[in-house]
């Protein structure tokens, strides 16, 4: 079944940043899925009103619980 546009998008990019379809996560570095990770979090995206998915996150997060993390 196909999926919505964006999701479409999204599978795509992933696969330009070297994750094809049967890729095992198991056998995958974390540190090479948190680089893909990241990058994904740092694009701009329409549905957010061109603000990153990082962006949002934050701005959901409780100001004192952030600086907890930090």
């Not at 998008?9 to 995958?28: A, E, Q, V, Y």
């Not at 997060?61 to 907890?68: A, F, G, R, T, V």
Request: hydrophobic fraction near 30%.
């Amino acid at each position: 079944p196909s999926q919505r546009g964006l999701n479409e998008h999204s599978n795509g990019l992933l696969r330009r940043d070297g994750l094809p379809k049967t890729m095992d996560f198991r056998d995958t570095d974390e540190t090479f899925i948190q680089s893909v990770a990241s990058k994904r979090n740092h694009i701009p995206r329409k549905s957010l009103n061109y603000r990153t998915p990082l962006e949002v996150f934050l701005s959901c997060i409780d100001k004192d619980i952030l600086s907890s993390l930090i």
